[in-house]
């Protein structure tokens, strides 16, 4: 999976050549939706690599970072269930893009997901450093 910069175009960034981000999004891009790619720029550097684990058997996982950046948009754009938030990704394309998403899961796969991220504190092992 691309890393935001990555998607946004790490040199016009890094170099401060200006461009218009909407050009990289199908959807519109609002100031809230810059601010969460901000946001995610500064905490991937301290989230851990995902490794995916791949089996020929059932269905293709989802990919693990997009995961991580939907729970990120939960807390960030205050979206109180996981129906809410499956309800925005589905009508958001940019926030669906920022995130990683082709197709949106479904609501008992965000559930596992983060349950799963709980059990391994996977939030405040990466993010405790950058507090």
Not at 54 to 70: C, N, V
């Amino acid at each position: 999976m691309k890393s935001i910069t990555e998607i946004l175009g790490g040199c016009q960034m890094v170099f401060g050549i200006s461009f218009d981000i909407q050009e990289v999004f199908e959807g519109y891009v609002t100031a809230e939706h810059r601010m969460f790619i901000q946001m995610l720029q500064v905490i991937e550097e301290f989230m851990p690599a995902c490794e995916r684990k791949e089996s020929l058997l059932g269905r293709k996982g989802y990919d693990e970072t997009a995961m991580i950046r939907s729970a990120l948009a939960k807390q960030f754009f205050k979206i109180p269930t996981v129906t809410s938030l499956r309800n925005r990704l589905l009508s958001d394309p940019s926030l669906r893009q920022v995130c990683g998403f082709t197709s949106v899961p479904s609501e008992a796969t965000f559930s596992r997901k983060f349950a799963s991220h709980a059990r391994q504190r996977l939030m405040e092992k990466a993010l405790g450093p950058l507090v």
